[in-house]
């Protein structure tokens, strides 16, 4: 009997143990889609979506937008990288993309490749503002004449403010994205690394928001993780960001240990997404102070494309800074 016990005191504690254990490599060098399902599972909800299959619903409070909430833009190697306060933010930020149901709200879609942000950007004299990609779109199509996005994705800012680290509080009302749209232009500027296949947003020029904030702007670098997770110290910003495989080595796709049912997942109330079509929260809690610190520019070219135009009629925007948003209650991590 005590060998028994002793036998099962031991599985239990393998079993511990490798649920503890950082998640490796496959032999192909990537890491598959199951960090995603155990590291997100904790903090919302795994679900089978139409046309996008395993997709994932943040448990979050009222008014919550991607790039938006829980977080702030820093300038990196890569360009403008969103700093998220979220402690699962190193992956729904930086991997894959974000649509938006009517129903259940904002849904995070993986995807395999990292980047500073997945976002198209737009500016003009006085404002600079961005918008999540949706699933299944690259950067060369989301540059393209035909593709859009709704006028309440965006988030606009004046110039100055674009790398404030409480830069919730300066959010432009979405009531005035669509005026702001037709005054702005995209910004068709990536940033490909040396050596690499990839290309990454870059957001808007250093030289501008410089010119607008009257200071040089101070740039942190990305530094890679071991395990899930980030964290924004001095002048590193320190990211779990792995070469991403969607299938095992053995072939086998992975899954979420737990899929919850689309029709018993809590819908959004009609206020929340009113609220989220309004204005984002303010930061959670931050486990680690937020600074910018000096550092390299990085290598970011400047692509200049026949789209890259002015759009729409020449209306006169306010170029006053916006009333401060008054703060509430922090969505939940």
Partial sequence: MKTIIKFFAILFILNLSTGLLPHKANAHGGVSFQVFYDELSPYGSWVNYPEHGYAWIPSVGAGFSPYGSGGHWVFTQFGWTWASDYSWGWAPFHYGRW???????WIWVPDTVWGPAWVLWRTSPGY???????????????????????????????????????INEYYGPRSNNSTIINNTTVVNRTYKPEGSNTEYVAGPDKATIEKAT?????????KDSDKPGQRLRGEELSLYRPQMVRAEDNGENPAPRKVTDLKDVKPASQSDMNESRREPLTHPKQEEPSSIAPGNDGDLKAQPSSKDVEVGPDRSINQSAPRKIRKEKSPKR
């Fill in 128 to 166: 600079c503002g961005w918008a999540p990609i949706k699933p299944g779109v690259s950067i060369h199509i989301a540059y393209g004449p035909n593709y859009h996005i709704p006028p309440d994705w965006w988030l606009f800012v004046p110039n100055q403010y674009i790398g404030s680290a409480n």
């Fill in 214 to 222: 009257g200071k040089p702007i101070k740039a942190v670098t990305v």
């Fill in 99 to 105: 649509l938006y149901d009517p129903l259940y709200g």
